[in-house]
Structure formats: C-alpha cells, structure tokens
C-alpha cells in the first residue's frame, strides 16, 4: 500500500500542471479582464464596480460629455479605451504583469506555485495566500462540520431503513428524504432566517460572521457556544440538502448486499441480524458510500456553501473565488483553483487509503499488477 500512496503523491504534480496548464489557456479566450476593469472603472462604464464600492452614479456607454477625452483616436486593443493616453494603459497592463507574453506569465505563475507563492490580488492590495488563510476558517467550518453531520446522519438512517424496508419507519423516513431532495440549501436558510433569525418570526440565532464582537475577550466555553451559536442556521441549512442523497444510496447499498447469497447463507448457519450486518454486510455495503467522499466534501467546501455564505454573511473561499471570477482577478481565480485541485487530489488518496482499511481484501498493488 506504501508504494502505492508513494506514486499517488507523485501524480499529483503533473496532474496539477496539467490542470494549471487547462485553465490558463481557458482564460486568454475569455472576454474581458483585469485591464478591462480597470478601464471600465476609469471612463464609468463598471456598473458593478460602482455599485460595490459606492462610486456615484454610471454613466450610459453613449455618453461621451463627461468622461476624459472620449471621441480622441486611440490604438488601444481594448474595448473602452477610446481616449485614454496609451501611456496609461501601458502602465496598467504592466501593473497586473500583463505586458509579457502568456506563455512567459504561466511560467512565472508556476514557478511561484512551486513556492506556493500566490502572488497578490489585483484589487484588494493583499496577498492570495493572506486572502486564502483569512477565508480558510469559515469553509473549513462549513465543509468539515457539514460533512461530518452528513455522514452521521445519513449512513445510520440508511442502514436503518435498510433493515426496515417497507416498514411505517421506512416509510415516515422517505418523506423527510423527499424533502431534504426537494428544497434546495439556499431555499431552507432563507425560510431558517424568516423563522429563527429575526427575518418576521423569532430572533434567537445571527446573521453575519462565525463569532461575535468581542470573542477574545470571552472564556473558552464560551467562545465555543458562540462559534456554534453563529454555526447552527448555515450548518441546518446545508445539512437539510446534502444527507437525502446519502442516507438513499446507503440504503439501497445495504439492501443489494443483503439480498446476496452469501448473507442468506450466513442466516441459515444461525448468525445473528447484529453480528451479519456490521461483521459482513457493512463492509462491502460502505465501499460505494467511501467513493464518493471526496467529491461530496469538495462539493460542500466549495460549491455547496457558495450561496450559503453570500446569504449568511459568510466571507469563504467559495465567495472569495466567485467574486474573484467576477472581476477576473487572476491571481485569486488560479490561487484558489490551484488550492481545490491539489485538496481534491489529497482527498481521492484519502479515499482509496478508507478503501483498504474498510476492506483489506482490496489490495491496489495486486491491482496495478
């Protein structure tokens, strides 16, 4: 098994590159970029810009009268350059490096990465790798207790629907399953908000941030109420849309497996319900459910609490990489990106190490062979 994680780590860096490499290329095709924010925000064209920063009114892209020396010729390649000095865009595509070939940028990119030196965001004068550690609590928080309840929930309820199939239980059961299916995350934490969080009814839970004003100055006991104070309404809500699809794919795991011959003949040998379906069923049932670990858990921590973070006020990495799309803030786009892959790549090493040790008859050696 060593030799094998061994190589799984090495592949992790031609499997980044490759990846890197993809997306970069993606991106020179793609309309727009950071010049042409730039630009947009000088001659007042950026509605976005102006009504995220509060700069005023914008002006309609065919009025010319007040922006500086529109109508003037200009040999700028970019839309909405017209009558800005090409002194000026000279130096704004030197400012975000854009001045040297792409294929010289990707190699100073990677070369970075290597250090894992993320470079500096465009727009907000701060490091990628500041940005990302000041984010990293709030998806951290989000994907690992999410997940973890997820899984709590779902794989005992499945089992126990499993052994009771066709039961009053299994069916009670099914019906909050079709509802967890039914209601999307971001739908429940709106309704979470109206009920419990001063949106019309009660207002017992916040709505901004993981802690409160003043949390260093509080006990430690107390500091931990009010992280999982703030927690309880994002966790509700994306717990609701993510243990359905679970709980009924280890239901019908467990109940393949305990049609099989072999437990009906463990039955007829006497063994009991207990020691059958936890000593055999439960190890080859599960083998399914560990395979799609890390991609549910990548799923959570990145695009599953996206919406939950804008609605709850939550500053992650899911908002950070949204907006940075947004406003083509490169350095953030490829820092994150970069940040997801190589987690996603660990994750699937994890996944196959869980594979091993809930069945060691799987040997991935003997596999490759």
Known sequence: MYPYILRRLLLIVPTLFGIMVINFIVIQ???????????????GDDVAATARFGG??????????????????STSR??????????????????????KPAYERFIIMMGNYVRFDFGDSYFQDRSVAQLLIDKLPVSISLGLWTTLLVYLISIPLGVAKSVRDGSRFDVWTSGLVIFGNAVPGFLFAIL?????????????????????????????????????????????????????GLTMLTKNSFLE???????????????????????????????IVIAGFPSAFIGIFFTGSLLTEVIFSLDGIGL??????????????????????????VMGIIS??????????????????
């Open 29 to 43: 095709f793609v309309p727009g970029g950071p010049v042409e924010q730039m630009i947009a925000q000088l001659t």
């Open 56 to 73: 005023g009114t914008t002006q309609e892209a065919g009025d010319t009268s007040q922006r500086p020396d529109i109508g003037s010729e």
């Open 78 to 99: 970019y839309r909405g350059a017209q009558g800005l000095p090409p002194d000026l865009i000279l130096e704004i595509e030197q400012q975000f490096g854009l001045d």
């Open 192 to 244: 979470l908000i109206i009920l419990f969080a001063g949106g019309r009814y009660l207002d017992l839970f916040p709505l901004r941030g993981l802690f409160s004003t003043g949390w260093e100055d509080l006990h430690w006991y107390e500091q931990i109420k009010d992280y999982f104070w703030h927690l309880t309404l994002p966790l509700l809500s994306m717990v609701i849309g993510g243990f359905a």
């Open 257 to 287: 497996e305990i049609n099989k011959q072999y437990v009906i003949t463990a039955r007829a040998k006497g063994l009991t319900e207990r020691r059958m379906l936890y000593g055999h069923v439960f190890r080859n049932a599960m083998l």
């Open 320 to 345: 950070l990489g949204f907006e940075a799309a947004l406003t083509r803030d490169y350095p953030v786009m490829f820092g994150t990106l970069f940040l997801f892959t190589l987690l996603g790549l």
């Open 352 to 369: 196959d190490v869980m594979y091993h040790l809930v069945d060691p008859r799987i040997d991935f050696e003997t596999r490759e062979t």
